[in-house]
């Protein structure tokens, strides 16, 4: 933004210094020598002109220059600073002759301002001279005169009553060669009207950049104190498809634009206008309309913004943030509260990428880093609620980690951590969470479709990942969890008829009836989209289970096989051991007499033995 300030004060340069001179034409060659000299002494840089300049009288003192170079600073070659096809000033003509100068309008036609950092690093928007020799003041106050000993270029302006300011066909480029970063303003237009120099400023236009066209209006209340080093109050406002915002507030120090006031930002898509500054995400359904209002304090590098407003996704929050632009590592750093929070596109975001991008390099962290706390009086995950819970994700350096404070869901709670670190070998990522007091019927019906558990669940998971692409990460997927319910029963399965499986399997099979138990548990292995677990056990009133699964993410597949102990009251001493098998879909699984180890116990043969 300053760099495009300090183009055009050196147009208003020109514009002041043909106003300055327009009086004293008295020939085509005196009036080229004397405005390239006027131009070069505001600026300080040295100015041609390749056309002849064409004067008219009614019915307005007309000035056109044609072909107007202003060079690049000494030793810096490359295209020139500001180019224009012509410049047009209207003068008032009755004024003149009464001593003032009052502006008409003054036009710039197809001017090309051309910014540029060289090799070496030289800006050649740097070493201009101030467009007005005013010391700064204080607001409101008067602006000060340079010394009457000062030379030509610093003394003070003449009295000149100004007007309309327009720019037709414009464009500003931007080249790092350095870098090798190029960026372009095209179709430049703009109307801009300042009556005096200690009058108000304001106007409006458009301009064309990466491919959006962008209208603009902007005021500025006092700009000569601006332009000076002072404050100003003002007023800026852009409009584009991507993006509406706009600032009111003041302003100071031009060169490196310090700012204090209200800010407003609308987008109908994050995800686009991240694309439109050169961030594209790919397609996706989430980072959609996104909101942000607060009292903004920009004073370069630091940005600050409180008492704001933010929504994301239609989620919304209130809080405070802030953002220091160090080089091109940005840094944020942000709190918000929000009575609602929904994250289910985003777990379903996730899901999606680790099915259908397999082959996509995951790209963690970039340049900059993050560092951001949100507490939400309801958080809804799928079909998860959660209350009272505090999020805290940080980033940076190749590092995320976010950690879920201790949250309250399904009559219980827990807390979970996520955290990777990206290397030359990929991705590394670690995924803890602990869970106390839930109803298990929850999760397990909501999550896994099972519905017919239910009891107090507390436990513990540690999954690690490791990949470059989100398939490796989907396939090396490791770790174990452990979880024990308490007082629950398993509906739709009496044990009375498990113990009768041998003699009567059709009846196990029947639907009804159900089995209360004191503890159910186990440890579950995970292994890619594999689970298994070795140690499943049940207790209750007269009966024991031990049991061994595995089972499928992809197909939600289930196969194993256990034991049932079963203490008959006739017979307390003398447990008889029931094996059967295990198949079917975990949502929904079918008990089968295992023959061939009630065969090896001296029981039934097995079929065709």
């Keep these: 933004m300053k760099r495009i300030i300090a183009a055009l004060l050196v147009l208003l340069a020109v514009f002041v210094a043909v106003i300055a001179i327009a009086p004293l034409f008295l020939s085509t060659d005196a009036a080229k020598k004397r405005i390239a000299e006027e131009i070069s002494g505001w600026t300080g840089r040295q100015v041609t002109l390749t056309g002849e300049p064409e004067v008219s009288l009614f019915p307005t003192l007309t000035v056109t220059l044609h072909g107007i170079n202003i060079a690049n600073p000494a030793g810096m070659g490359g295209p020139p600073f500001i180019s224009m096809e012509a410049v047009v000033g209207r003068i008032k003509l009755l004024p003149l002759f009464l001593g003032r100068t009052e502006i008409a309008e003054f036009s710039l036609i197809k001017p090309r301002i051309n910014l540029r950092i060289a090799a070496d690093g030289r800006q050649n928007w740097r070493e201009i001279k101030p467009l007005l020799p005013i010391a700064p003041t204080k607001p409101g106050g008067a602006a000060k005169p340079a010394e009457s000993g000062a030379p030509p270029s610093a003394r003070p302006a003449p009295t000149i009553t100004l007007g309309r300011f327009v720019m037709q066909g414009g464009i500003i480029t931007f080249e790092n060669e350095r870098t090798g970063e190029h960026d372009a303003l095209n179709a430049v237009d703009i109307d801009f009207s300042w009556p005096s120099l200690t009058s108000p400023a304001s ?13 603009f209006d902007a005021s500025v209340g006092r700009p000569l104190e601006l332009m000076g080093g002072d404050t100003s109050n003002m007023h800026v406002a852009l409009s584009s498809t991507p993006v509406r915002f706009s600032f009111d507030g003041t302003g100071g120090r031009i060169q490196s ?85 929904d994250v289910t596109p985003y777990i379903d975001a996730l899901r999606e990428k680790l099915a259908t991008a397999g082959h996509e390099e995951i790209m963690l962290a970039g340049e900059g880093s993050l560092d951001l706390r949100v507490s939400a009086a309801e958080l809804i995950a799928g079909p998860t609620q959660l209350t009272s819970t505090a999020l805290w994700a940080t980033m940076g350096g190749g590092k995320l980690s976010i950690d879920l404070g201790e949250a309250h869901a399904y009559g219980g709670e827990g807390q979970a951590k996520l955290s990777a670190a990206m290397d030359d070998a990929g991705v590394t990522a670690n995924f803890t969470a602990q869970f106390d007091g839930i ?44 979880a024990t319910l308490a007082d629950g029963a398993l509906a739709g399965l009496d044990i009375a008829r498990l113990a009768n499986i041998a003699t009567d399997p059709e009846g196990v099979a029947e639907k009804g009836g159900s089995t209360a138990f004191s503890e159910l548990g186990g440890t579950l292995t995970v292994a890619g989209a594999k689970l298994t677990s070795g140690d499943i056990h049940a207790e209750g009133d007269g009966f024991a289970i031990r049991a061994e699964a595995t089972a499928s993410v992809l197909d939600a597949s289930l196969t194993g096989s256990g034991t049932l102990s079963v203490v008959k009251p006739d017979q307390p001493t003398q447990p008889s051991a029931v094996p059967f098998l295990i198949k079917g879909k975990w949502s929904e699984p079918v008990l089968l007499p295992d023959y061939a180890r009630q065969g090896s116990a001296g029981g039934p043969p097995t079929p065709g033995g």
Excluded: C
């Design 257 to 341: 634009l310090q700012l204090d006031g209200q800010l407003k930002l609308k987008t109908p898509s994050m995800r686009r206008l991240m694309e439109w500054f050169g961030s594209p995400l790919g397609p996706g359904n989430i980072l959609g309309p996104a909101e942000l209002n607060g009292h903004v304090a920009w004073n370069r590098p630091d940005l600050a913004i409180d008492k704001a407003s933010l929504s994301l996704d239609g989620n919304a929050a209130e809080g405070a943030m802030s953002v220091r632009f160090d080089g091109d590592r940005p840094s944020l750093q942000g709190t918000f509260a929000a009575d609602k929070l």
């Design 203 to 215: 106007g409006s236009g458009s301009f064309v950049w990466r491919g959006e066209t962008v209208e």
């Design 439 to 482: 109803a298990a019927a929850g999760p397990l019906g909501d999550y896994l479709g099972i519905g017919a558990l239910s009891g107090t669940g507390s436990g513990d998971v540690e999954i690690t990942a490791a990949g470059r692409t989100w398939g490796e990460v989907a396939k090396g997927l490791s770790g174990s969890a452990k």
